[in-house]
């Protein structure tokens, strides 16, 4: 996959609309937008770097760190806020001791606070790893939980 | 042209704003985000609204081009409810600390809220809980009292060309803060101050060396010296002193001073004569010898930081002199104590000064323990109960180091260095005086490069005053690449110079900067001496101590070395 580097290479000569896209380019490439590729596109688009960090942390689609091993997307719409989503959400950052960035503290688990995943009619619901899981309790939670560490233990 | 304003008519100037021409008629509107200091308003704030004949939603008259035939009212009861309505929602969420606030007393915050008559809280926002950064030397931050007027930012991108800070998140969470959130003392700051100084609240301020200051005043065992910038007395004339003359109100500043308890104090114009000595018989040696060229001067700490932080390949081009500030410090400390007899005391040296760079500066060299700002004198006549514009005990300056020429006053303007180098630089190439008399126009104005040319004994000296460093850095690349090349730059960070630091009262604005330069013009215009190499108290200083300029002692005490201070890696990656 493309590093930072490579993409702001590949674009050629920058103008300052460009910053955006390449924001975007270089987190689907490395998963998070770094401060170091921060630095680089601060310095190809000769703009300060309290630009780009501050272009870059108005927008919620932006990630600075990586992306654990398992992603657990959490939906907060009206439809999962109504069947206590919050509970979800809660139960997930004290068993996973989630530090600021949504990473839990072993760097295993990220999870995403999402407005609508559209599965309303299954809500509460959580995209974990790809998969929906609807009708959610926080036990049924920690069931999947359970599982996905036990699976990784298996594995391991 | 003309546009009606409450019912006046009012010319107007070609792309003028309605803001602008109601100032000029003498009507106030009240704004925070708009600054004079750069062209494009973001129109954020919005209390500079106004009604406009034919518009049915009120318009932010600092991004109103004033239009002939416009009709606007400023004033209506409509206007002024919104405005109150606005400046209750800034408000809402703002620190309820306003009697210990550094600001308190003179918050334009708090003036706000006043002239609006807003006299309660009635919205009470959540509270803000940003960390307040106290990582730079110079400058502090508390993003708590920030309003988001962008103000800072606009001087930091806009007429500063650095950078360092921005608006960072979203909604609730924006704050102004540098790239990644890092401390001010590991971000692009240079720590210029323009940003302090045009902040509204104490949202940016510098870091305060009062109580340092005080402590060493009420030390038995300490004797407490002051030196003095030139563009300190040049602002302070603005305070109703009954005076218009810059040395009468030194001997006045000096005479206030001393009454609480300072035992010297020494006008740091004498150590710009010393570095004009210094630094033209540099350029001059650089000159004949080859040396790197063109040679940018250094008594602009913000701009050496920049150099040292951003364009340290540009070091080699930097004089070695240490700025007058540091020179006069390490003087002070090598001379002073067996001058005065002061056995076992201890000695510290106060600088006053327009700039908050000299905090920086003053931390990296020894010379200097104590730097205060214009604006921090304030409140030391605030702690002593002095009353400046009423004190009227003068007191001479102190030997030996007493004698300052109008050639060192200069230094606080933009090509006043510049001014006094060419008076003293002609004079070692030529052993005369320059021709047609000392004053060099070419140096002087406010346009941001100014190239010009001497010619002294058949060598032509390219010469170049860039004011600002926003302007610095968009001729760098002409500046070293001169056809024919340059031989010497003055550079000085702040717009106007140091009488425009951002150590400078909260209301300086382009007509105080303009005025402050005239009265060191006219300082200089009146002196009897307006050249460094005759400053007979420098010479004795030669004769008695340094021997000659660049000479062994001289390199000890007055000249400095560069540190390249980028980051060892650039950026940590998280």
Same mark, same amino acid.
């Given at each position: 996959?493309?590093?930072?580097?490579?993409?702001?290479?590949?674009?050629?000569?920058?103008?300052?609309?460009?910053?955006?896209?390449?924001?975007?380019?270089?987190?689907?490439?490395?998963?998070?937008?770094?401060?170091?590729?921060?630095?680089?596109?601060?310095?190809?688009?000769?703009?300060?770097?309290?630009?780009?960090?501050?272009?870059?942390?108005?927008?919620?689609?932006?990630?600075?760190?990586?992306?654990?091993?398992?992603?657990?997307?959490?939906?907060?719409?009206?439809?999962?806020?109504?069947?206590?989503?919050?509970?979800?959400?809660?139960?997930?950052?004290?068993?996973?001791?989630?530090?600021?960035?949504?990473?839990?503290?072993?760097?295993?688990?990220?999870?995403?606070?999402?407005?609508?995943?559209?599965?309303?009619?299954?809500?509460?619901?959580?995209?974990?790893?790809?998969?929906?899981?609807?009708?959610?309790?926080?036990?049924?939670?920690?069931?999947?939980?359970?599982?996905?560490?036990?699976?990784?233990?298996?594995?391991? | 042209?003309?546009?009606?304003?409450?019912?006046?008519?009012?010319?107007?100037?070609?792309?003028?704003?309605?803001?602008?021409?109601?100032?000029?008629?003498?009507?106030?509107?009240?704004?925070?985000?708009?600054?004079?200091?750069?062209?494009?308003?973001?129109?954020?704030?919005?209390?500079?609204?106004?009604?406009?004949?034919?518009?049915?939603?009120?318009?932010?008259?600092?991004?109103?081009?004033?239009?002939?035939?416009?009709?606007?009212?400023?004033?209506?009861?409509?206007?002024?409810?919104?405005?109150?309505?606005?400046?209750?929602?800034?408000?809402?969420?703002?620190?309820?600390?306003?009697?210990?606030?550094?600001?308190?007393?003179?918050?334009?915050?708090?003036?706000?809220?006043?002239?609006?008559?807003?006299?309660?809280?009635?919205?009470?926002?959540?509270?803000?809980?940003?960390?307040?950064?106290?990582?730079?030397?110079?400058?502090?931050?508390?993003?708590?009292?920030?309003?988001?007027?962008?103000?800072?930012?606009?001087?930091?991108?806009?007429?500063?060309?650095?950078?360092?800070?921005?608006?960072?998140?979203?909604?609730?969470?924006?704050?102004?803060?540098?790239?990644?959130?890092?401390?001010?003392?590991?971000?692009?700051?240079?720590?210029?101050?323009?940003?302090?100084?045009?902040?509204?609240?104490?949202?940016?301020?510098?870091?305060?060396?009062?109580?340092?200051?005080?402590?060493?005043?009420?030390?038995?065992?300490?004797?407490?010296?002051?030196?003095?910038?030139?563009?300190?007395?040049?602002?302070?004339?603005?305070?109703?002193?009954?005076?218009?003359?810059?040395?009468?109100?030194?001997?006045?500043?000096?005479?206030?001073?001393?009454?609480?308890?300072?035992?010297?104090?020494?006008?740091?114009? /004498? &150590?710009?004569?010393?570095? #004009? @000595? =210094?630094? %033209?018989?540099?350029?001059?040696?650089?000159?004949?010898?080859?040396?790197? +060229?063109?040679?940018?001067?250094?008594?602009?700490?913000?701009?050496?930081?920049?150099?040292?932080?951003?364009?340290?390949?540009?070091?080699?081009?930097?004089?070695?002199?240490?700025?007058?500030?540091?020179?006069?410090?390490?003087?002070?400390?090598?001379?002073?104590?067996?001058?005065?007899?002061?056995?076992?005391?201890?000695?510290?040296?106060?600088?006053?000064?327009?700039?908050?760079?000299?905090?920086?500066?003053?931390?990296?060299?020894?010379?200097?323990?104590?730097?205060?700002?214009?604006?921090?004198?304030?409140?030391?006549?605030?702690?002593?109960?002095?009353?400046?514009?009423?004190?009227?005990?003068?007191?001479?300056?102190?030997?030996?180091?007493?004698?300052?020429?109008?050639?060192?006053?200069? /230094? &606080?303007?933009?090509?006043? #260095? @510049? =001014?006094? %180098?060419?008076?003293?630089?002609?004079?070692?190439?030529?052993?005369?005086? +320059?021709?047609?008399?000392?004053?060099?126009?070419?140096?002087?104005?406010?346009?941001?490069?100014?190239?010009?040319?001497?010619?002294?004994?058949?060598?032509?000296?390219?010469?170049?005053?860039?004011?600002?460093?926003?302007?610095?850095?968009?001729?760098?690349?002409?500046?070293?690449?001169?056809?024919?090349?340059?031989?010497?730059?003055?550079?000085?960070?702040?717009?106007?110079?140091?009488?425009?630091?951002?150590?400078?009262?909260?209301?300086?604005?382009?007509?105080?900067?303009?005025?402050?330069?005239?009265?060191?013009?006219?300082?200089?215009?009146?002196?009897?001496?307006?050249?460094?190499?005759?400053?007979?108290?420098?010479?004795?200083?030669?004769?008695?101590?340094?021997?000659?300029?660049?000479?062994?002692?001289?390199?000890?005490?007055?000249?400095?070395?560069?540190?390249?201070?980028?980051?060892?890696?650039?950026?940590?990656?998280?």
């Amino acid at each position: 996959m493309a590093t930072a580097d490579e993409i702001i290479a590949a674009r050629g000569e920058l103008t300052r609309e460009q910053l955006i896209p390449l924001l975007q380019e270089i987190q689907e490439a490395e998963g998070f937008v770094s401060q170091a590729a921060m630095s680089r596109l601060a310095e190809a688009l000769r703009t300060p770097v309290s630009r780009v960090y501050g272009v870059a942390t108005f927008y919620n689609q932006f990630r600075f760190a990586p992306l654990g091993e398992h992603v657990i997307q959490v939906c907060r719409g009206t439809a999962c806020h109504v069947k206590e989503s919050l509970a979800l959400a809660q139960h997930l950052k004290r068993r996973l001791k989630l530090r600021d960035d949504g990473s839990s503290a072993d760097g295993r688990f990220t999870i995403i606070s999402v407005a609508c995943l559209g599965a309303c009619s299954i809500a509460p619901v959580i995209k974990l790893d790809g998969e929906f899981y609807g009708h959610l309790t926080v036990e049924r939670l920690d069931a999947l939980l359970d599982e996905v560490e036990a699976g990784a233990e298996a594995a391991a | 042209m003309s546009i009606t304003i409450n019912g006046k008519e009012i010319d107007v100037a070609a792309n003028e704003t309605v803001l602008q021409t109601a100032r000029r008629a003498g009507i106030d509107i009240p704004h925070l985000c708009s600054l004079d200091w750069a062209p494009s308003p973001s129109a954020s704030c919005r209390l500079c609204v106004v009604e406009v004949e034919g518009l049915p939603r009120l318009q932010t008259s600092c991004s109103l081009e004033a239009r002939d035939g416009m009709s606007v009212q400023t004033h209506t009861p409509r206007i002024l409810k919104a405005r109150r309505a606005i400046l209750e929602l800034l408000i809402a969420s703002h620190p309820q600390d306003c009697l210990t606030c550094v600001r308190a007393g003179g918050c334009e915050l708090a003036v706000l809220a006043g002239d609006l008559g807003v006299r309660e809280r009635r919205y009470v926002g959540a509270v803000k809980e940003h960390p307040i950064d106290i990582s730079s030397p110079s400058l502090w931050r508390d993003p708590n009292k920030c309003v988001l007027c962008g103000r800072c930012v606009t001087m930091c991108h806009s007429v500063q060309g650095i950078g360092a800070i921005d608006f960072v998140g979203r909604g609730f969470q924006t704050r102004v803060a540098p790239g990644f959130s890092v401390g001010l003392n590991v971000s692009d700051c240079v720590y210029c101050g323009q940003c302090a100084r045009v902040c509204p609240t104490g949202a940016i301020v510098e870091r305060s060396h009062v109580e340092g200051v005080v402590a060493a005043l009420a030390d038995p065992d300490t004797v407490v010296v002051a030196q003095v910038a030139p563009a300190v007395p040049a602002t302070l004339l603005e305070r109703r002193t009954k005076t218009q003359d810059v040395h009468t109100m030194l001997e006045r500043l000096a005479g206030a001073l001393k009454h609480v308890g300072f035992d010297a104090v020494f006008d740091t114009s /004498f &150590a710009a004569d010393v570095t #004009v @000595m =210094e630094e %033209a018989t540099e350029l001059l040696e650089r000159i004949q010898d080859n040396g790197v +060229l063109p040679m940018f001067t250094s008594c602009s700490p913000a701009w050496v930081h920049f150099v040292e932080t951003h364009r340290p390949d540009l070091i080699p081009h930097l004089s070695t002199c240490k700025s007058p500030q540091q020179m006069a410090g390490a003087l002070i400390k090598e001379i002073y104590p067996a001058y005065a007899g002061l056995g076992d005391k201890r000695l510290v040296v106060v600088s006053i000064m327009p700039c908050t760079a000299k905090k920086f500066e003053a931390q990296e060299q020894t010379g200097v323990d104590y730097v205060l700002t214009t604006r921090e004198l304030d409140a030391l006549w605030g702690r002593f109960g002095v009353d400046l514009a009423h004190f009227a005990e003068p007191a001479p300056l102190d030997a030996p180091f007493a004698q300052a020429s109008g050639a060192g006053r200069l /230094f &606080a303007g933009s090509g006043g #260095v @510049m =001014e006094a %180098a060419v008076r003293t630089a002609h004079k070692l190439v030529t052993g005369h005086e +320059l021709e047609g008399g000392p004053r060099v126009n070419e140096a002087r104005g406010s346009e941001g490069a100014r190239h010009f040319t001497i010619a002294a004994a058949g060598v032509d000296l390219n010469l170049a005053v860039v004011n600002g460093l926003g302007r610095l850095q968009e001729t760098l690349d002409d500046l070293l690449a001169g056809d024919p090349p340059v031989h010497f730059v003055e550079v000085m960070s702040c717009p106007g110079g140091c009488v425009g630091g951002g150590g400078q009262p909260y209301d300086t604005d382009g007509d105080a900067v303009h005025e402050r330069l005239e009265r060191l013009y006219d300082a200089d215009k009146r002196s009897s001496l307006r050249t460094s190499h005759d400053n007979a108290d420098v010479r004795a200083l030669y004769e008695d101590v340094l021997g000659r300029p660049l000479g062994e002692v001289a390199h000890r005490l007055l000249h400095r070395e560069y540190v390249d201070r980028r980051p060892a890696v650039d950026s940590v990656s998280v």
